[in-house]
């Protein structure tokens, strides 16, 4: 059974930065294109950025391009979301997520694994 942890959620001011880890386990983690997505309070879920099973290539959310970066290590099973600049509308619950086959979509339909998530709050 495939199962993603995040880890290094917190409180920070705006402008901070934050370093999210996923650790994947139960699978392949090699030939999986992973992603973010979050969800805030009284919103939908959205989507963050992703990244494909090589890392070569990163996709992301137009609010977060230039602040955030998505990297992996397939030696460690582990995706990381780098969030710079932070802005008080980045506050939500994080969600790491894993699709089973390759290319980008944006879809949360479209990822087969789900973390529970960690919580990123940022004060003004």
């Known amino acids: 059974q495939v199962q993603l942890v995040e880890s290094g959620g917190g409180l920070v001011q705006a402008g901070d930065s934050l370093r999210l880890s996923c650790t994947v386990s139960g699978g392949t983690f090699s030939v999986y294109f992973m992603g973010w997505f979050r969800q805030a309070p009284g919103k939908e879920r959205e989507f963050v950025g992703a990244i494909n099973w090589s890392g070569g290539r990163t996709f992301y959310k137009a609010s977060v391009k230039g602040r955030f970066i998505i990297s992996r290590d397939n030696a460690k099973n582990t995706v990381y979301l780098q969030m710079n600049n932070l802005r008080p509308e980045d506050t939500a619950v994080y969600h790491c997520?894993?699709?089973?086959?390759?290319?980008?979509?944006?879809?949360?339909?479209?990822?087969?694994?789900w973390g529970l998530g960690t919580q990123v709050t940022v004060s003004s």
């Open positions: 997520v894993a699709r089973a086959g390759d290319g980008y979509t944006s879809s949360p339909s479209d990822y087969d694994y």
